[in-house]
């Protein structure tokens, strides 16, 4: 059979022709109601497929636990299939749709026979925003609709909207069997589509997330001139009230959540970090020459180890109740536990990620280095009162950065927007637990899109650069790195809540202060730029973090115009000119 599409199909036709292909058991319309929640945990309770926390502690709260094959995205297995291949770009996957007609839908056939099928109709961004985006997910699986509920508004509300416009961004989703031979996830953004079978896990599952949300959003962004970025959105109250907004990229489990809900130690002294997303960001030019940019989602999906009372209280407290996690340990008085979330020994009893008992001894984690939590965005304590304003909020500074243990300093500013757009475009990270594969190898992930942009690469530096042109008041562009470590492989900066302290800068250097050197790579705080009250640093230390070496810096410089020179002739002028110029500064001659 052809692959159904929906173009022309009003979303009912849709799902009943998807029906009559997939045939479930039971076709059940979600509402997002209460009701209809509770009703989907008593099921999967007494299937034991989902656990209940403990009531006093952990309130309307539950643990689940993913088949061991199916953890993490799956890059590899992650397409973007349009019908030319160029369209795609060298750092995609590409599928042709032909190839996809003829090797993954046949997946589809009778894939959720004995199932009930869901339909998820919902909106990414909040209903009164005029530039939300709508989407229905059919999934066979209760645990993607109990995650899409807190993730998106999900529902009647969707639907009215849907129904009102006849717009939406349709997604076919099936566990399948979890075989991870037979596990694809595919993404049409000629037709604004989603396939996804084989897979269980939040980020090949939730189609909201990184599927709609950036995959096909990059796509739509491009065309209609705006951005959809894998960003942090926050605000940084300064002493006088004023409330001044970022946006930050770093690769998944490079601590996005906790700068998003940083609790700061300078509070007293009137600094203040409000969140608005800790993902996602949509950003538009406004109408006042400045970069608006929304959070288009409605809860938290975070990464749980190393989240503890220390490295980010306010997780804690918003994971407290109405929260899923996903494959952390348990404890015997059914309370989540992970690896990081207390300084003590982990507690004796310990239920592992498996559900077999674990001890130290056992040889693995407790918890899976990438379990997760799911929680509603409202009970953030640090929740901005600006987080659903329809228009989005005022972005100043625009923030790169990722896990380097070496080369980059504490924190440097570009030296205008398209040496802002090379610094991220050739930005790199030592990998993590978040996708399969290999851990703290070090790889350019432009952006923090390197897993998201769906479409050429090229082509999106490319659409950077012409944003920039564009806004009449871009924000100013800065790199960080909470990571760099010293000669005896420790960590130089104390990081989490201390990162206000850089913030501090950045804030200072938007308003048109704040110490600075003019480096080879832009501007460096100078050792008095950085409030540094109370902190355990010493001279050499401070010295070591803000450190710009040109031999390391030529290094990195050749290594960056070898990832930019596999883009071939796509690649904009203006980042060759960069690159060539720092290389340049940095004493190189040919």
């Known amino acids: 059979m052809e692959p159904i599409r929906s173009a022309g199909l009003t979303p009912q036709a849709w799902v009943e022709a998807c029906a009559a292909y997939t045939h479930p058991d039971h076709i059940h319309w979600c509402d997002g109601s209460q009701a209809e929640f509770d009703a989907l945990v ?14 006093e502690t952990y309130p309307n709260s539950y643990l689940y636990r993913s088949n061991p094959t199916d953890v993490a995205r799956t890059e590899h297995l992650t397409f973007i299939c349009t019908k030319e291949r160029r369209d795609a770009g060298i750092t995609n996957n590409w599928m042709s749709p032909a190839e996809a007609s003829a090797k993954v839908w046949p997946l589809f056939e009778d894939c959720m026979r004995g199932r009930t099928m869901y339909v998820v109709p919902y909106l990414m961004g909040t209903p009164a925003s005029p530039f939300v985006k709508a989407g229905i997910e059919i999934t066979d699986s209760p645990y993607v609709v109990l995650n899409m509920r807190t993730m998106t508004r999900m529902g009647d509300a969707a639907m009215e909207h849907i129904n009102q416009t006849q717009n939406y961004a349709p997604g076919l989703h099936s566990l399948g069997d979890l075989d991870p031979k037979r596990r694809f996830i595919l993404h049409f953004p000629e037709e604004q589509t989603v396939w996804s079978i084989g897979s269980g896990y939040g980020g090949n599952a939730l189609l909201g997330k990184k599927c709609l ?23 940084l109250e300064d002493p006088t009230g004023t409330v001044t907004y970022m946006a930050a990229a770093f690769p998944s489990a490079c601590g996005k959540t906790n700068l998003a809900m940083l609790v700061a130690p300078l509070e007293q002294a009137g600094y203040r970090v409000w969140t608005v997303g800790d993902d996602i960001a949509w950003m538009r030019i406004g109408a006042d020459g400045r970069l608006w940019a929304m959070n288009p989602e409605a809860g938290f999906f975070g990464v749980a180890p190393g989240t503890s009372e220390e490295t980010n209280p306010n997780a804690m407290a918003t994971i407290r109740r109405n929260t899923i996690f996903t494959n952390v340990a348990l404890t015997p008085d059914k309370e989540p536990w992970w690896e990081g979330m207390t300084e003590n020994a982990p507690p004796a009893g310990l239920i592992d990620w498996h559900g077999e008992p674990w001890s130290p001894g056992s040889g693995e984690k407790a918890a899976h280095p990438n379990s997760r939590f799911t929680a509603p965005a409202r009970q953030c304590p640090s929740i901005s009162p600006e987080w659903e304003n329809p228009q989005g909020v005022p972005i100043s500074a625009i923030l790169f950065g990722g896990r380097r243990a070496r080369v980059a300093p504490l924190v440097y500013q570009s030296t205008s927007w398209e040496h802002g757009v090379y610094v991220g475009a050739t930005m790199a990270s030592e990998t993590t637990a978040a996708a399969t594969g290999a851990v703290g190898v070090v790889r350019r992930d432009p952006m923090a899109m390197l897993p998201f942009c769906g ?8 659409h950077w650069l012409d944003m920039g042109k564009r806004i009449p008041n871009p924000p100013a562009i800065f790199h960080v790195n909470w990571f760099r470590k010293g000669a005896d492989g420790k960590f130089l900066w104390p990081g989490f809540g201390q990162n206000i302290r850089v913030l501090r800068w950045i804030l200072e250097r938007v308003q048109g202060r704040g110490e600075a050197d003019e480096t080879i790579i832009g501007y460096v705080p100078t050792a008095s730029g950085l409030d540094l009250n109370g ?16 031999n390391e810096w030529r290094t990195e410089a050749l290594d960056s115009g070898r990832f930019l020179s596999e883009f071939g002739d796509a690649l904009p002028g203006a980042l060759r000119r960069q690159n060539a110029a720092l290389l340049r500064r940095t004493g190189w001659t040919d």
């Open 455 to 462: 479409y050429n690469m090229a082509d999106y530096f490319a």
């Open 213 to 235: 949300s950036l995959r096909l959003a990059s796509w739509m962004a491009r065309d209609e001139g705006w951005l959809a970025e894998h960003m942090l959105i926050l605000g």
């Open 42 to 55: 008593a099921q999967m309770l007494s299937e034991n497929t989902l656990t209940q926390l403990n009531p």
């Open 535 to 550: 902190l355990d640093l010493s001279r050499d230390a401070v010295k070591a973090l803000l450190r710009v070496d040109p």
